[in-house]
């Protein structure tokens, strides 16, 4: 595992427990701008946690978190959001009472440091929400949350961008259409980090892949090696759905 | 910003005004100057409550705060009115300031904590040790600046600012930023917004309304015992009429109080017990089954309540 | 007198961990705050009053009679307020504003019935129930009157009090680790989700519980004549506030945290009644805040509350 210079991401040794239940238990990956890697993992497995002590809602036991090249592990969210990180959430959390833009107006308005102001009718566009910009964020689908989060997470013009799974719940046209759009996200120089259990989103997506079980990784690498891997393979046994 | 200039000509002159006309045709002034005390106290558990998701329970504290910072400034250092204002607004504020490591805690632990804290205020300040400093259990008597006119004139103004500055929280990204922590602290953080700092400016607004309501609370009465600039009846008529009124609007307090503590005025005083009951029995209802309160109802008629 | 302060607050600390019970269990079982529970400690306190006012009954059978009432009280209160309330968005917080509704109707109810007088019962009558049990025990002529503990001398009614707010701890402590309900309830108290999940009637469990709670304070409520003075209407909110103090300083959910707390809190307020009368009621609140802001979980650690 080679540490990456270049690397906008680097976590090394990462450790977060829950009473005794040890979530991550010494995880190290990097990620260079414009990389988009894929964590993948049976439930539990810890990669939700990870992206959660990343993005700032947990305060890691132990190791370090190095973002371009400063080490962030234990700042406030705010911080890590004004540096240039954000992610989306599992099950998003849109604010109920505001409307669609004003969920992103918000976050523009307070998460935006490093460069110019952006369009939140732009950002909505781009997510293809614009037609519902004055209408509660409550009244908005599960997809369509999905995308007013993914829309929240760009509108403070992040160079770090964490997904937890997003796929579940879409149909193969918006897959393709998210697909898409995050790969144009990674050509124009933001870091990805894709947390999945959608197989086949994965595999349209990433670079490469980490395997994560009981808060370790077991495998670091391209999609098609993984699936050869007789450890990787018998953790899944499981079931996950590979599309 | 237009909305605010709107809300300001359709709510806060006419409130002001009324209060300021109503002395010359009512004679009862005391009541006139409960009412503004009421609706200020219940703004500023809007500010907190209403934006941010805490309640004050020991809300009482900032007012007795205030009291006992503007009667400490006149009794000791002969301070004029005004300024003694501003000590007890200021007293108020540094009380704030020393109860922020609350907000490490939770929902109810904080109001409870924060019950306690202001129940140790008021312990600290009438402990008759402290006698030859804040005298007291034998109370304040302060006959130099009795002034009840321009006390009025005072309140006035201070419920004007008041009433603009929850207007302002309403229609700026600043109170849309704490509606966010309010309803969602973890989103608020990825939203960029630094969910502590913006918490503990409202608390410092709260804590300044209350302050500055004890203040010339005190300055109007001029006679007080500590027990009753910090009675808890304060702190629970403020919060029933923000809560019946409903919070994270600036009309719902007003509602709140003028609706409340107008049948208070009517019935209840002469029997407190039987108010009590009622606004008890209402605080249950409320919660069951209509939790955000008057304005909630008239958002559902799809009335849009500033 | 130190002696004295330390034998005389092992006393009260019995009778605080006793407030303090039925407060912790609510909470651990429903993660609810009863902030009316100081109204049925005075619930319990009136009604053990008029028991001895109208039949002449001594406070100690009366123990029984209270916390029957108010267990089964507790009951459909329960089934009325907390099912709907755990359904909402912010389930503690409206709890929180709701029981402090009842607590408020409950104060109101009370000094309409009662007025606003204070009420006491003589200490002697905790007194000679204490001897005719002792003298059915021991067979022989028991005196009434204070009682001598390593030399230092108490009323009996403290002792009485001491005594079975030790006994109650114990009961509780036998209902949670070793009754099937009690198993249930504790499976609750950990993790409600998973209990609804194994097919447990968690509201069953929790009704039982609040019920229990509100005995428990009603039985703290007999004993509150005696230990902590005449009794009124409007003594709720102290007490609701010791109680929580007592919890927080053991630690949510564990009886024995409790008991540990009320012997702290006991012990620290005789202290101060001691050597600094003039300060001792800042007690409570400044423990309460400095306990939770230092350390949350309590002295047993586990459940933390922090925003």
């Known amino acids: 595992m080679s540490l990456e210079t270049s690397a906008i991401l680097r976590v090394d040794g990462l450790v977060k427990q829950f009473g005794g239940f040890r979530a991550l238990d010494g995880v190290s990956f990097s990620l260079a701008a414009g990389e988009v890697l894929g964590l993948v993992g049976p439930n539990g497995s810890g990669k939700t946690t990870c992206i959660n002590v990343i993005s700032g809602l947990y305060r890691p036991d132990d190791g370090e978190i190095y973002f371009d090249k400063r080490p962030i592990g234990g700042l406030a969210s705010y911080r890590l959001v004004h540096a240039g990180i954000n992610r989306t959430f599992q099950v998003p959390r849109p604010f109920p009472t505001l409307t669609v833009r004003e969920n992103v107006e918000i976050a523009i308005a307070y998460g935006r440091r490093h460069d110019g102001s952006v369009d939140a009718d732009a950002l909505l566009a781009q997510v293809d929400l614009a037609v519902f910009r004055n209408q509660p964020a409550t009244e908005l689908n599960s997809a369509q949350q999905k995308m007013l989060d993914l829309a929240r997470a760009l509108a403070t013009g992040p160079r770090l961008l964490l997904i937890d799974e997003l796929a579940a719940g879409l149909n193969p046209s918006e897959l393709d259409r998210i697909a898409g759009k995050l790969r144009e996200l990674a050509r124009s120089g933001i870091a990805l980090l894709v947390v999945e259990h959608l197989m086949g989103f994965i595999d349209q997506l990433t670079d490469r892949i980490i395997v994560m079980n009981a808060g370790k990784e077991i495998f670091e690498g391209a999609l098609a090696q993984a699936v050869k891997n007789s450890h990787v393979v018998e953790v899944f046994l499981g079931g996950e759905d590979a599309a | 910003m237009p909305k605010m200039l709107h809300h300001v000509t359709l709510i806060l002159l006419p409130v002001v005004a009324a209060f300021a006309i109503l002395p010359t045709v009512y004679s009862n002034h005391l009541l006139l100057f409960n009412f503004m005390i009421f609706i200020m106290l219940a703004q500023g558990v809007n500010v907190i409550y209403g934006f941010t998701g805490y309640l004050p329970f020991g809300y009482v504290g900032f007012f007795g705060a205030g009291a006992y910072g503007f009667s400490l400034m006149v009794i000791h250092l002969q301070a004029s009115p005004l300024v003694a204002l501003a000590a007890g607004a200021a007293a108020a504020v540094v009380l704030g300031l020393t109860l922020t490591p609350l907000f490490r805690l939770s929902g109810a632990y904080f109001s409870i904590a924060n019950l306690a804290a202001a129940l140790a205020v008021f312990q600290v300040v009438s402990n008759p040790n402290l006698e030859s400093l804040t005298k007291g259990p034998y109370g304040i008597s302060l006959s130099g600046v009795f002034d009840p006119t321009f006390a009025y004139g005072a309140t006035l103004a201070i419920l004007g600012a008041t009433l603009g500055l929850v207007i302002y929280l309403r229609n700026s990204r600043f109170g849309m930023a704490l509606q966010a922590i309010r309803e969602d602290s973890i989103s608020a953080g990825m939203a960029g917004i630094n969910v502590v700092r913006e918490r503990i400016i409202a608390w410092l607004l709260s804590a300044l309304i209350a302050g500055l309501a004890g203040s010339v609370f005190a300055w109007y009465v001029s006679v007080f015992y500590p027990e009753t600039v910090f009675s808890g009846e304060f702190t629970i008529f403020a919060i029933v009429f923000a809560l019946f009124g409903g919070n994270g609007t600036v009309i719902g307090p007003i509602l709140g109080v003028v609706i409340l503590y107008g049948i208070y005025n009517a019935v209840g005083i002469s029997t407190p017990q039987y108010f009590q009951l009622i606004y008890g029995a209402l605080i249950m209802l409320l919660v069951l089954f209509l939790p955000n309160g008057l304005v909630s109802l008239l958002r559902q008629w799809g009335i849009n309540v500033p | ?307």
């Open chain 3, 1 to 307: 007198m130190l002696v004295y302060s330390l034998l005389a607050g092992l006393l009260f600390g019995l009778y605080f961990s006793l407030i303090g019970l039925g407060l912790n269990l609510v909470f651990g079982v429903m993660r609810i705050v009863n902030l009316a529970h100081g109204d049925f400690l005075m619930l319990g306190a009136f009604l053990a009053f008029w028991l001895f006012t109208l039949i002449s009954l001594n406070p100690i059978p009366a123990i029984f009679i209270v916390f029957v009432v108010f267990a089964i009280v507790g009951l459909p209160l329960y089934y009325l307020l907390v099912p709907r309330l755990l359904r909402a968005k912010d389930p503690e917080m409206l709890s929180f504003i709701l029981f402090f509704g009842l607590s408020q109707v409950i104060e109101a109810l009370a000094t309409i019935a009662f007025g606003t007088s204070e009420r006491s019962i003589p200490g002697g009558e905790l007194g000679r129930a204490i001897v005719a049990v002792a003298s059915l025990l021991t067979g022989h002529h028991v005196e009434n009157g204070p009682v001598d503990i390593f030399g230092q001398t108490f009323p009996a009614a403290w002792v009485a009090s001491g005594i079975a707010s030790g006994i109650a701890v114990l009961l509780v402590y036998v209902y949670l680790y070793r009754t099937r309900l009690g198993y249930l309830t504790r499976a609750v108290m950990v993790h409600r989700e998973e209990a609804i999940a194994t097919g447990i009637n968690v509201h069953r469990v929790s009704a039982i519980a609040f019920g229990i709670g509100l005995g428990l304070a009603s039985v703290a409520g007999v004993f509150a004549p005696f230990m902590l003075g005449s009794i009124t209407p409007a003594m709720g909110v102290e007490v609701t506030v010791t109680s929580f103090t007592v919890i927080v300083i053991g630690s949510l959910g564990k009886p024995l945290g409790t008991l540990l707390g009320g012997i702290i809190y006991g012990v620290s307020y005789m202290f101060m009644q001691s050597y600094y009368s003039s300060w001792a009621n800042l007690l409570p609140y400044v423990l309460l805040v400095a306990i939770l802001l230092v350390r949350p979980s309590g002295l047993l650690g586990r459940q933390v509350r922090r925003a």
